[in-house]
């Protein structure tokens, strides 16, 4: 008993000697402060994010919040994210001071808006008393707020961990010029740095949750006045790409933005235009810009257990820019038919597989987009949530459709849409509509179809391409045009082909883009177009000659038979109509000024034109077109817009024309030297007969009307004069 007792008292005492110690080898490190949230009871979250904003409602502060408040509504948000330099020019003073909330009570008055705020602090917020903004005393005065230094906010389909960025950057430090930043609690820099990133990693680490999102106030990638940030760029990114962070998002330059990294999945996305904006200012950045806007505005994030969508909206509330990405399942967690009563069981190695990925309980149905996340397909019995690599499986599957794989690699592949892809049970069912609806064609034996889809650049082309296969084909990009080649897309489903052209814009410039129309051309060589799909947005209110000679490059390309073949196709046609005009009247008159210049580009007579009319329609690929209860997109009046828009093909297809063959002949144009050919002969009669003959006919009238000259009278023995 005395060797146990003393063995423990050793054991203490080197136990005690460690802690004592270690605390001044190590620079201490404690975990960081949690929040959870539950998601809405579908599983769903909504959410706002606005940046570098207090500013006492002036410099279009309040209009933003305004806009705020209106698509907080729209999209029932849960909460909103605030990426820091929350109070201008020089944070708070104390808790007391009066621009918490003439900045942020005062401001954010919107119904919507009365929900749970999570903000980081700016650089501009490190300039004043930072323990005053991070008091819990503000929350006294407004209880929305909440502002820690670096946390983590655990949301059940998402974690989010928020970084204080401003103390990695050096300059502050060293050289901080006129402003004094509080560097209470944060000073020695390296230390804490490290500590901050040694927790974050950790905290990473451990997260099972679908996605992972962090967020800090300067930019890792940025386009604007403040350009990259070096020290997040050597110090954070490594780690975030470690651990598959799916967005960073971030304030500090006065923009909008969405950047998309070249060697990983992470999106950059700066949402800094909460008040003064930075127009003007642009710098290139490496990776793949996607979207940039120098003016005011924020953005929204949408998130289910499998697809996030972004949108950034300016001043007055309208989308500039949208994007979505989804995760597959594992494919052991597909839906299997009710009918099928078979039951499977398995053990095994299941390689890396996150089981929270696999949904457990009921089918849920997610409203935005009538997506049914995965029913209990599937049931993964983790045996440990840190070690998910062993674990069992019991599935039900038809085992055609669902073979038992163990150790296959189940990582979510990450795939991009305009608005999210749609998962692969919907996908498979939008693709068997899509076939339906086109079976019109099939019963008159037509058994490839192929749209060509051409357009001024960034009308819509590309998200059209994208909504009418029901996933993301073709790049879509606000800011700049994403490519000069064209691509194909087809389909196949019993015997029938369908094949779609998304084609780059035909403007640069301001000019005709010849270099695109040559392109085209080449692409379309040997191909046969059934129909033409000419793209323009409804909310264009003018036209000019380019329009014209838009028309008249196509026309020029394929010839005028081209217009027997097309269709105009007017996209965002979820808008409020200028003016006062009623919809219908806006559609009309948009329509008309739109078809004259068809007719002016294509050189077709008025009579013959309104004979053959070109058929409109209206197309809305925003994710936030309304919907009816079957899950169509449809147009303000009700109409679902695909079946629709693939009526009207059906319809032009079956007008008696023609398509268009693609030959050598038709790229190259008419050749010159063939003009007029038939004109050669009559040509060559009238210069012998008329122009030959009448010159022949005058020499010699001439020649008998001229006197002789003397030798030639004394030769014939005329000439009197003698020599
Ligand atoms: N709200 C709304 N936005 C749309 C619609 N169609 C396209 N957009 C947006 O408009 C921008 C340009 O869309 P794209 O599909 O890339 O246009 P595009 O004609 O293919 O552009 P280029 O290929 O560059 O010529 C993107 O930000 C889209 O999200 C629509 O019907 N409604
Ligand atoms: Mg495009």
């Known amino acids: 008993m005395a060797g146990v007792a003393l063995e423990t008292t050793a054991l203490s005492l080197a136990l005690l000697a ?97 929900k749970q705020w999570y903000s980081v602090l700016g650089n501009h917020d490190y300039r004043g008393d930072v323990l005053a903004e991070l008091s ?35 300059s502050y430090w060293t050289n901080p010029e006129n402003d004094h930043y509080d560097w209470r609690d944060v000073a020695p820099r390296e230390t804490y740095i490290s500590v901050l990133l040694k927790d974050l990693d950790a905290a990473l680490k451990a997260s099972t949750a679908p996605w992972k999102i962090v967020v800090g106030h300067h930019a890792m990638r940025s386009a604007s006045h403040h ?11 490594p780690i975030l790409k470690a651990n598959g962070v799916d967005l960073y998002i971030n304030g500090h330059d006065h923009c909008l933005q969405h950047i998309s990294s070249n060697d990983s999945k ?54 500039l820019h949208e994007w979505g990405v989804s995760k597959h399942l594992h494919p052991a967690a597909k839906k299997f038919p009710e009918r099928d009563k078979k039951c499977w069981a398995g053990f095994g190695l299941l390689g890396r597989l996150n089981p929270r990925e696999i949904q457990l309980g009921d089918a849920r149905t997610d409203p935005r987009r009538d997506a049914v996340t995965p029913r209990a397909a599937a049931r993964f019995y983790s045996f440990s949530r840190a070690s998910p690599y062993l674990g069992l499986l019991a599935l039900r599957p038809n085992p055609e459709q669902n073979p038992l794989r163990f150790g296959s690699p189940p990582r979510p592949l990450p795939c991009f849409g305009v608005s999210g892809r749609l998962p692969p049970d919907l996908l498979c069912r939008h693709f068997n509509k899509l076939h339906e609806l086109l079976g019109k064609l099939k019963q008159e034996n037509v058994s490839t179809l192929t749209i060509l889809v051409m357009g001024k650049g960034g009308v819509g082309k590309s998200s059209t391409v994208n909504s009418i296969l029901g996933e993301r084909v073709a790049s879509v990009s606000a800011f700049q045009s994403e490519g000069l080649r064209p691509i194909m897309c087809s389909r196949s489903r019993a015997g029938f082909t369908l094949n779609i052209i998304d084609t780059p814009g035909l403007v640069e ?15 379309l060589l040997n191909k046969t177009i059934d129909v033409l799909l000419y793209v323009d947005r409804l909310d264009a209110y003018r036209m000019d000659s380019l329009d014209r000679q838009v028309v008249k490059a196509i026309t020029d390309t394929f010839g005028k038979r081209i217009w027997q073949r097309s269709m ?5 046609a979820q808008l409020s109509p200028p003016d006062g005009l009623n919809y219908d009247d806006f559609f009309a008159k948009r329509s008309e000024a739109l078809m004259r210049y068809v007719r002016l580009g294509a050189r077709i007579r008025k009579q013959e034109f309104q004979e053959s009319s070109i058929p ?60 007029g050919k038939f004109f050669v002969p009559l040509i060559l009669a009238f210069q012998y007969f008329v122009v030959v003959k009448g010159i022949q006919r005058a020499i010699k009238q001439d020649i008998k009307n001229e006197p002789k000259p003397l030798w030639e009278l004394r030769d014939k023995g005329l000439a009197n004069r003698k020599f």
């Open 18 to 114: 460690i802690a004592t110690v270690m605390p001044a080898l190590l620079p201490c490190s404690a975990e960081l402060q949690r929040f959870e949230r539950p998601a809405k009871a579908d599983g769903s979250l909504s959410l706002l994010v606005v940046g570098d904003w207090g500013r006492k409602g002036q410099f279009n502060q309040s209009q933003v919040a305004a806009q705020m408040g209106k698509i907080g509504e729209e999209l029932d948000i849960d909460f909103v994210i605030s990426t820091g330099d929350n109070f201008y020019d020089n944070g708070l003073k104390d808790v007391q001071d009066k621009a918490f909330e003439e900045s942020f009570t005062n401001v954010y008055t919107a119904k919507s808006l009365q």
């Open 136 to 170: 819990p005393l503000l929350q006294k005065i407004d209880s929305r707020w909440l502002c820690l230094r670096s946390f983590i906010l655990n949301a059940e389909i998402v974690d989010f961990f928020f970084v204080d960025t401003t103390p990695f950057v050096e």
């Open 227 to 237: 350009g990259d940030t070096a020290e997040l760029l050597s110090l954070l990114l």
């Open 266 to 319: 992470i999106q950059y996305l700066t949402s800094g235009g909460g008040s003064m904006a930075w127009r003007g200012v642009f710098t290139p950045t490496s990776d793949k810009l996607r979207f940039f806007y120098d003016g005011q505005g924020f953005m929204s994030l949408q998130l289910t257990r499998t697809a996030a969508d972004i949108a950034f909206y300016d001043v007055f509330g309208r989308v």
């Open 509 to 523: 410039g301001g000019y005709v883009n010849e270099q695109a129309i040559e392109i085209i051309k080449r692409f």
């Open 568 to 572: 105009v196709v007017l996209t965002h």
């Open 616 to 675: 409109v329609v209206l197309v809305e690929n925003s994710g936030r077109c309304k919907t009816n209860s079957g899950g169509e997109k449809i147009l303000p009046d009700g109409t679902p817009w695909i079946p629709n828009l693939v009526e009207v093909i059906t319809t032009v297809i079956a007008n008696g024309s023609k398509p268009i063959t693609v030959d050598q002949k038709l790229i190259e144009g008419p050749n010159p030297n063939d003009r």
